[in-house]
């Protein structure tokens, strides 16, 4: 038995780590901000408070796009600082499980792989999960019974649509749609009606604090933008009606995917999901009544959580840990052997 055992789940805007020795996660802002084009100055949620401020010498990026890693150097030297400065288990000969989209390439599951096993962490082992299959047993549910369990995970820049049965996928669909998109649906909104140009925090803001699955949402918040035709910051009060015009088209076209999903479902299966309800889990499943708004669409109970954006990173340190689970990771050591 290894000392320690890492779930690593890098997603757009966050990474989650868990650890197990001290059953903590370590949940940090995905964002690095380099100087001279690769000089790393800051990383997690001290690079992410200065994008959309920092001076043209200051580069803030996030080296994972659309699930998938995109500046690969950086962030394997963000990791090992961020592990090396807070991890307190012990990180060398380690055990990491690193959670991976469905619908990606054998060339960048293998960045996910080496991201670590290239690394000078030298761990014992580096497996991969899928990240539906990780979120299922995150929720404590047993994905090796015969029975249907469809997740909905909607995180910030894609959204994974999966029916589970006997620790496989049967369908799965990944759109790529999320929080970031519905961020941006809020800034053209509120530029074209109030002639108001807003920042990514803010529509984040909005959508986080107004945003919300059905109409009826009589809240306000007090935002500050800049005036279009004065080109004068100014301050404005939204209401919840004029945020749910904004995003209830992203809404509904993750709702249009569900269906299509479900329409493609072997009956058996679909008799289970009926049975069992729909799980949405992933940042984004926080909006308000946004379970409403998926049952209504699809007529089936939706089941929600407590701390959504953490399950998949739960679900991969009980997969490595429990023998009933282990067969549901790879390695790709063994693949490139072959």
Do not use: W
């Not at 990606?104 to 082992?125: G, N, Q, R």
């Not at 799980?279 to 407590?306: R, V």
């Amino acid at each position: 038995m290894t000392n320690n055992v890492y779930g690593i789940d890098l997603g757009t805007c966050n990474m989650k780590i868990y650890c197990k020795a001290t059953n903590k996660i370590l949940n940090e802002k995905n964002t690095i901000a380099l100087v001279n084009k690769d000089q790393i100055y800051a990383y997690g949620d001290a690079a992410y408070a200065m994008y959309e401020k920092a001076p043209e010498t200051i580069q803030v990026t996030f080296p994972v796009v659309g699930g998938v890693i995109a500046d690969f150097n950086n962030l394997q030297t963000m990791l090992q600082t961020f592990l090396e400065k807070n991890a307190k288990g012990k990180l060398r000969g380690a055990e990491f499980i690193v959670a991976v989209p469905t619908d990606i390439t054998e060339v960048e599951k293998k960045a996910f792989f080496d991201m670590f096993y290239k690394s000078k962490l030298k761990p014992k082992s580096v497996l991969l999960c899928e990240k539906p299959i990780a979120d299922a047993v995150g929720l404590g549910l047993d994905v090796n019974d015969p029975t249907g369990i469809m997740i909905v995970d909607i995180g910030a820049d894609t959204t994974e649509i999966s029916v589970i049965s006997l620790g496989g996928l049967v369908l799965s669909d990944l759109l790529h749609s999320g929080g970031n998109k519905i961020d941006e649906s809020i800034i053209t909104y509120v530029k074209r009606k109030y002639n108001l140009v807003i920042g990514q925090k803010t529509a984040q803001s909005l959508k986080e604090q107004l945003g919300s699955g059905v109409s009826g949402n009589s809240d306000t918040m007090t935002i500050v933008g800049r005036d279009v035709v004065s080109g004068l910051p100014i301050e404005m009060e939204l209401k919840g009606s004029v945020v749910y015009e904004a995003i209830k088209d992203n809404l509904n076209s993750i709702c249009n995917s569900i269906k299509m999903i479900l329409e493609k479902t072997p009956p058996e299966l679909a008799k289970d999901i009926i049975h069992s309800g729909i799980y949405i889990t992933g940042g984004s499943s926080q909006i308000h009544d946004i379970d409403q708004l998926f049952h209504q669409i699809t007529g089936i109970d939706i089941n929600t959580c407590e701390e959504p954006e953490e399950c998949v990173v739960r679900g991969l340190v009980k997969i490595v840990s429990d023998s009933k689970f282990k067969h549901l990771a790879f390695s790709m050591k063994s693949k490139i052997l072959i």
